[in-house]
């Protein structure tokens, strides 16, 4: 579990509440960082001050308002504090592929593409860090899995990056497969995107197998997934992070 200094703690609760404006929450954000800032450089300061993982917390709540440019910052300050692998590390790296994500948002062609599949990359190995932690830890594996699937949705109706896309597709569902990850329904949606990133790239051949696949895992999920399997060009809405 983090240590939070409270000053900190206080500052992101008043964040979380209602009412208060963009310029409001981005100057609390400021401050929360500020406050850290000199604790570190002063020194001597209590532990719960100097933990890293306030620098992570700060990055999320950043994220969370829009300050991208303080997201990148705080997360990379805490990156570069050397974590040891645990659940924060992982959540670092989803971060970073939040943060190169919204950085690419109005990009187009292939300044999109690679934007993308670097956010994607962060990702990605948050889900590997995550899968080292273990069973305990397959919460933080899907909502991982759910991160992918939002991060890499411009990308999902169009040719660039597919081949890219669909081996990052097959990565994460190897990952659930692994953890036992319960809700079927999600994986045989993942999969149908596989599919079709598949037959983007020209792999159609190959595809087929994966989609008479998707069949035996469709039974596993809920009548409703059954009733009514996502269309061959529709992308369903990914479920809600745990």
Not at 33 to 50: D, F, I, S, W, Y
Not at 207 to 217: E, H, K
Request: hydrophobic share 45%; proline share 6%; net charge negative.
């Amino acid at each position: 579990q983090a240590m939070v200094d409270a000053r900190v703690s206080l500052l992101l609760s008043e964040i979380e509440s209602e009412g208060l404006s963009g310029e409001e929450i981005e100057r609390k954000l400021y401050t929360a960082v500020q406050l850290l800032t000199k604790a570190e450089e002063g020194g001597g300061a209590r532990p719960e001050v100097l933990a890293p993982e306030n620098f992570l917390l700060c990055s999320e709540a950043a994220l969370k308002a829009g300050v991208v440019e303080l997201g990148r910052s705080c997360v990379e300050h805490f990156l570069q504090a050397g974590p040891a692998t645990s659940q924060f590390l992982a959540h670092a790296h989803y971060a970073l592929g939040l943060v190169e994500s919204a950085e690419c948002a109005d990009a187009k062609g292939e300044a999109l593409v690679s934007g993308i599949l670097s956010a994607l990359k962060h990702v990605s190995r948050g889900l590997q860090v995550a899968t080292e932690l273990g069973g305990n830890h397959r919460s933080l594996m899907y909502n991982g899995s759910v991160l992918v699937f939002n991060i890499s949705r411009p990308l999902l109706a169009q040719a660039g990056g597919a081949a890219e896309l669909a081996a990052v597709f097959e990565d994460v569902l190897k990952m659930l497969a692994a953890a036992e990850e319960p809700d079927s329904g999600w994986r045989v949606c993942l999969t149908m995107e596989l599919v079709r990133c598949m037959e983007r790239a020209g792999r159609k051949k190959e595809a087929l197998p994966v989609l008479a696949g998707c069949a035996a895992l469709a039974e596993k999920a809920s009548p409703t997934l059954q009733a009514r399997p996502p269309a061959p060009t529709a992308h369903p809405r990914p479920p809600p992070a745990r």
